[in-house]
T-cell receptor, first 112, second 112 residues
Framework: GENVEQHPSTLSVQEGDSAVIKCTYSDSASNYFPWYKQELGKGPQLIIDIRSNVGEKKDQRIAVTLNKTAKHFSLHITETQPEDSAVYFCAANPGGSYIPTFGRGTSLIVHP | DSGVTQTPKHLITATGQRVTLRCSPRSGDLSVYWYQQSLDQGLQFLIQYYNGEERAKGNILERFSAQQFPDLHSELNLSSLELGDSALYFC???????????FGPGTRLTVT
């Protein structure tokens, strides 16, 4: 089955800095890669996703890049704000399946 | 607010007992997913229903079962509870079987 590795497990930045979270996946047939943000006491919230026919996608301060050859994808957050502090999960949908396999999560801490 | 509702928010019960968790999907969504989130296992997919029918099964124990009713709400039944079943249980919904998933706020289960 699919295996998703996510790094780092913890990321601490100063407000205004950029943050990058990286994930790798094992199944070359995976074609859908969502990113979720989970705040304390809440459920994961879909913040951005990318499909395998696209190399990059942006939404305001958030961007995701995908390298299918290397089987890795990354989340980039620019101009970080304290409200960006949360746990971020990457996921990959194995080919033919609509069920994502999740990474273990990255705890992002943005210091004011 | 994702539009997915889950009840109860918290549940404390003893080993050997049985509990039922309830999920109402977003209006118009036909697919419901159940996930378990624990500190050591991360976010694990349990089971998916689409328009009342079981669509996919993950790492769901035989002691656990689920169903989706004609009004599309879903229930997850956990029986013969063990201490290790203590976790957050999330429900997610999507329009179709392969669309973006939206998570509910979760039910925190504590087995004592």
């Amino acid at each position: 089955g699919e295996n998703v590795e996510q790094h780092p497990s913890t990321l601490s930045v100063q407000e205004g800095d950029s943050a990058v979270i990286k994930c790798t996946y094992s199944d070359s047939a995976s074609n859908y890669f969502p990113w979720y943000k989970q705040e304390l006491g809440k459920g994961p919230q879909l913040i951005i996703d990318i499909r395998s026919n696209v190399g990059e996608k942006k939404d305001q301060r958030i961007a995701v890049t995908l390298n299918k050859t290397a089987k890795h994808f990354s989340l980039h957050i620019t101009e970080t704000q304290p409200e960006d502090s949360a746990v971020y999960f990457c996921a990959a949908n194995p080919g033919g399946s609509y069920i994502p396999t999740f990474g273990r999560g990255t705890s992002l801490i943005v210091h004011p | 607010d994702s539009g997915v509702t889950q009840t109860p928010k918290h549940l404390i019960t003893a080993t050997g007992q049985r509990v039922t968790l309830r999920c109402s999907p977003r209006s118009g969504d036909l697919s419901v997913y159940w996930y378990q989130q624990s500190l050591d296992q991360g976010l694990q997919f349990l089971i998916q229903y689409y328009n009342g029918e079981e669509r996919a099964k993950g790492n769901i124990l035989e002691r656990f079962s689920a169903q989706q009713f004609p009004d599309l709400h879903s229930e997850l039944n956990l029986s013969s509870l063990e201490l290790g079943d203590s976790a957050l249980y999330f429900c997610a919904s999507s329009v179709g079987a392969g669309d973006e998933q939206y998570f509910g706020p979760g039910t925190r289960l504590t087995v004592t």
